[in-house]
């Protein structure tokens, strides 16, 4: 079974500056994706970025991007010129190759809470 | 328009009631899915549907039942509450066979039982 870890149940970051989250996970498969989501006080879920496990190239959101080691089975998520809206949970989740059918549940991690310091 | 929606977004109830909480997704989507949030905000697959056929089913007790009429809908119907149920449970949906297919979730039914 997949797991998916991270290590910093807070951080806080000055508005307009840059903070990294980090991310790592375990899991055998080599094919699979990666996803960041961002949970607000109204506790709504809402997809911040996705990266397929295949593709060497991090993706990236606006000021959203991420650092994917797959060697290393880290995802790390950056926000840059951080905003007072950005402040949340944000969760790492992993999903199994989709033609693993019958699995195509999302492992979440545990969360990481950002506090945007105005 | 609401892709994922879920009602009601919050229910208090005494213990050992039977409550149900809907879902529906308006985007064409042929797989839906339950998942839980405890107080540690701890998020957890509950069960998975596609096309109206149970999928997965991760160790819950028998006092959850989903049930999906159709491949739009799916219902949480939970009997004989217990204080331990009090969470935020979210309902999503995504396309199986796809690719890159992204889970999008509903807005979260708060419940607190009593």
């Known amino acids: 079974a997949q797991t998916v870890t991270q290590s910093q149940p807070e951080m806080s970051v000055q508005e307009a500056e840059t903070v990294t989250l980090s991310c790592t996970y375990d899991?055998?498969?080599?094919?699979?994706?990666l996803f960041w989501y961002k949970q607000p006080p109204s506790r709504q879920m809402i997809l911040v970025i996705r990266?397929?496990?295949?593709?060497?190239q991090n993706a990236t959101e606006n000021r959203f991007s991420v650092n994917f080691q797959k060697a290393a089975k880290s995802f790390s998520l950056k926000i840059s010129d951080s905003q007072l809206g950005d402040a949340a949970m944000y969760f790492c989740?992993?999903?199994?190759?989709?033609?693993?059918?019958?699995?195509?549940?999302?492992?979440f991690g545990t969360g990481t809470r950002l506090t945007i310091i105005p | 328009d609401t892709a994922v929606s879920q009602t009601p977004k919050y229910l208090v109830t005494q213990m050992g009631n039977d409550k149900s909480i809907k879902c529906e997704q308006n985007?064409?989507?042929?797989?839906m899915y339950w998942y839980k949030q405890d107080s540690k905000k701890f998020l957890k697959i509950m069960f998975s549907?596609?096309?109206?056929?149970?999928?997965i089913n991760e160790t819950v007790p028998n006092r959850f039942s989903p049930k999906s009429p159709d491949k739009a809908h799916l219902n949480l119907h939970i009997n004989s509450l217990e204080l331990g149920d009090s969470a935020v449970y979210f309902c999503?949906?995504?396309?199986?066979?796809?690719?890159?297919?992204?889970?999008?979730f509903g807005e979260g039914s708060w419940l607190t039982v009593v």
């Open positions: 989740a992993y999903r199994s190759d989709p033609s693993n059918f019958g699995n195509e549940k999302l492992t």
């Open positions: 999503a949906s995504s396309l199986q066979v796809m690719w890159g297919n992204t889970i999008y």
């Open positions: 990266q397929e496990a295949y593709k060497q």
């Open positions: 985007l064409g989507h042929d797989t």
């Open positions: 549907y596609n096309n109206k056929e149970l999928i």
């Open positions: 899991t055998s498969e080599s094919d699979y994706y």
